[in-house]
């Protein structure tokens, strides 16, 4: 700039102090919603030690990079994945137009809430589910019903909308990376178009930063008007090894840290913490949700349909994952409980 | 914070005037290696618009998404796109590997650096080159390789690095769009991997903000050591009608601004700058590089095989496309020159 200032060197050290006291918030004010304890020391030495100028430990800002699973770790997935609960629902809208679906499998078991029948259709009889629900649409159209959606539905326990059921430790962990310069991502097995229509005023995360599973796409001019219309075929399955996958193609950096809840995060979590080579000593952390917490919320681990925590669990103490126990560690749940 | 701070009045002025001499600069700092005209001037016209609070034409920030074509954009693309070169580089320094490719096409005439075989061999040659150069291999290897070509090679007519064949008014441009809260993303034909490797350094786009053709990829524990392994099966041919398809994928908005250089930014300059209905009257910028400069870069455009621009040319007045003349727009076309 060429620009010349004289400053007061006593003004320029009460400059510094009010930088300082804006940005390093002191230890308590941290993580409120976390009990004190083991698991939230060990994430506040975790950023301590990556955000320590000079220190072995030191990582780079632009590497700070944070991938979140979703589903059972930044919100419910009880009594099943809540975009399951949006396919289910927007089948029973549309099938006025499709008279035929009320014989048909898996539409009928979709359309009278059987989910039984929907179970006994196994991965093709969903395949069927989410084409039906999720394709053929345009990406306006798609993202309008799902908005519309979450805001008119409540979840059938706790009659809650689906966006309150957001978990608020984990909010201010999100908050928390954030303001020590990480990018935080989320890497969800649920797809990459339902997360966004949220993501962004509930997690505070930007489109361009949720990675999910994909489908196929095209673009069109129609009468005139560009479109973008949803296909029936995946890209993506963004789940086990898939995420490494997604990671790879939309972040293009190696993750420093990563949470999830499940063996759907199993591949991401060895993909974030294990060391490529013996010179490779950057600190790295895992993080688990465990759902132990059948008052405020569920609990369930290896034997769930839904959420399944077995391989993972087993070898987060070889791995030094953090196992967070959501009764122990845990004094909210739920924002505003 | 509960921090309480008595600031004298004369201090909060001159902590404002600096604050503000830092950010607002003036009119003719900006885009310095553009000449004065209607090009330049085209341009900060529309972010003065979408920057202005209060204003009809007011964006705000986290909308203001800018998307860039590498290729004949951001840096040259003539004879041949810089990438097919690292391949055909990378077949001959993988042939003592494969000694049935001295008499096997489309490998014989890479080896040979035969143009009119490879183009005898069309797409189907293409993509035998694309899969024996760039698959097969992990992804840290890939960018290993790479960035070990990029360092080494010269450009075969102005003996350059190709890093340094950049257009600077267009690294001006991306730096004046990021002073104005734009998140600038590259939309590339061009493979996703390839252009990560230099990006951050050239042109201060972050991994996460490039978007490119992409193969398919897979995860596995090799050794213990987690890998990405590139598969020989393309994902996304991010090129025409791709290009929003990519957007869609990896940024989920649409752009305001798009800059592109031939008929494979047509949809892409579409997509961002056609209204949706008549009451989406948001400013839209849509810029393409014409080629008209054999002396100081390469001047084609309707004729050329690599970088046609023809029915972008056609469109670009229907659509309110600037279209910059690189002769006469551009004081400068490298850095440095």
Redesign the interface.
Known sequence: ?G?K?RVNPG?AALLTA?LL??TVARAEDVLPSWREGPARDAIIAFVGAVTKEGADSYVPP?ERVATFDNDGTLWSEQPVYFQLLFALDRIRALAPQHPEWKDTEPFKSAISGDMEGLKAGGMDGLMKIVAASHTGVT??EFAAAARTWLGASRHPQTGKPYTEMVYQPMLELLDYLRANEF?V?IVSGGG??FL?VFA?EVYGV?????VGS?LE?????RD???V?VRDAKV??IDDK?????GI??????RPIFAAGNSDGDL?ML??TT?P??SADTRPRFGLIVRHTDAEREYAYDRQSAIGKLDQALDEAPRRGWLVVDMKKDWRTVYPGA
């Open positions: 700039m620009l200032l003004i009010v006291a804006s632009v990406a306006d990018s991502f990459i178009d966004r962004e930007a489109p361009e930063q949720v994909t796409a095209h673009f069109e001019l005139g008007i560009p973008i890209s993506l090894a898939g995420k490494p996958v790879y193609r939309h972040i293009g950096r591949q060895q993909y294990i490529r080579s």
